[in-house]
């Protein structure tokens, strides 16, 4: 009998444990906090355009073809699982002036985005954004279209750092030690951070972070968004080289003669490679390793997590020109007055292509041509397996620092006051635009979607 009452009660038992556990279960699920538009597209066009979408400041843009009827367009929006957005992602909207969105978490936290959608210009790159500093401290944003000048803003001190663009703004260091972030579209002045000494270093961003150095020895990361120094790491010579930022980890030369790796959030050291004459030039990091010019007229390969060297290579000047790695090959200038391809795994000399200048310029390297300036105020286009010349062309004063190509056109400052644009094929001239002074610096360009494109960062230049 005792065995008849227990049953029932331990079957009750159990059951009750059952639900306490499942209970319990629902109960420690984490809520969601992500509330990110993933994914933005305009489906419904032809063809369809996707968006760009920029996580730190939390907008999308996207260009679509022009017709296209901005008054009513239904996007596809991906969002975070367990997430919400309003207005609803098919919904149509009116896109000729920009649309907030807003995502709310499981949670109810919310974040909102702002989307702007523009027609594509009939002009090829017409509506992006070349931005260039010049030697009496003007900071300009040129269309890449046509070569207008958007905006132009002054620093006040000569400008040889090359600019930077990011998180919808436009970077650039002065001599008079100041790093200045403007907005992109603009040109106002976002914040700027003063450092003890001149910025020839070119800013670099990586994530929420901007790193720089300053001839006050130090190298700089700070918060892009407000301009907060979030730590600096001090060197025994001026910091001109730029930085490279790579897995966590930013690697950075000094005329200390060392190049530095360096905790990318705390700044702690890594490593570092002592070389033999001052290191102007600034690292390239591919795969395993990472590249190097030097005044003791090397190029050196290093390991990436240890600085051990792999390999180097001897040219017959000054290496202030940085490194610039594609598809196998590592392609450097030198004051010797040559330009060289090296195989980027061991260093054998692929070929090289002599100039009549010194090259403190970096390479830029597409659709199989290198694109190098030399102090012969000659811009270069080399075949990029062979070093068979494509064609030159010849501008009124030294062409120190890099170009870069974008959509079939090569853009480039000379000396001689003047940003070049160049069919990237031919090497006709499409337009060219006189800044007002020399040009020191590399250009930097964002197409319409505000996606940049860099140039191979030359070395610091004084």
Known sequence: MLRNLLSPFLQLTGLVLVVVACQSSVDTQPVSTAKNITAFSLPYLSPAVTGVIDSVIHTVRATVPVGADLTKLSPGITISPNAVITPGSTVARDFTKPVSYTVTAQDNTAQTYTVTVSVASSITNGGSYVYIGNGIGNFFAVDGGTGAVKWRVSTGSSITSSAFAAVGMAFTGSDNGNLYAFDAETGTQRWKVSTGNGILSSPVVSGTTVFVGSEDQNLYAINVLTGAIRWKFGTAGGVTSSPAVVNGVVYFGSKDQTLY?????????????????????????????????????????????????????????????????????????????????????????????GTAGRIAASAAVENGIVYMGSEDKTMYALDATTGTLRWRYNTGGIVSASAVVYNGFVYFGSQDSSLYCLNATSGVLRWRVPLDAKLLGSPCLLNSDFVPFASGISGGHQ
């Open 261 to 353: 790796a360096l905790d990318a959030i705390t700044g702690t050291q890594r490593w570092k490679f002592g070389a033999g004459g001052q290191i102007t030039s600034s690292p390239a990091v591919v795969g395993s390793l990472v590249y190097i010019g030097t005044n003791d007229y090397n190029l050196y390969a290093l390991d990436a997590t240890t600085g051990a060297i792999k390999w180097k290579y001897a040219t017959g000047g000054l290496v202030a020109s940085s490194p610039v790695v594609s598809n196998g090959i590592v392609y450097i200038g030198s004051e010797d007055k040559t330009i060289y391809a090296l195989d980027a795994t061991t260093g054998t000399l692929r070929w090289k292509y």
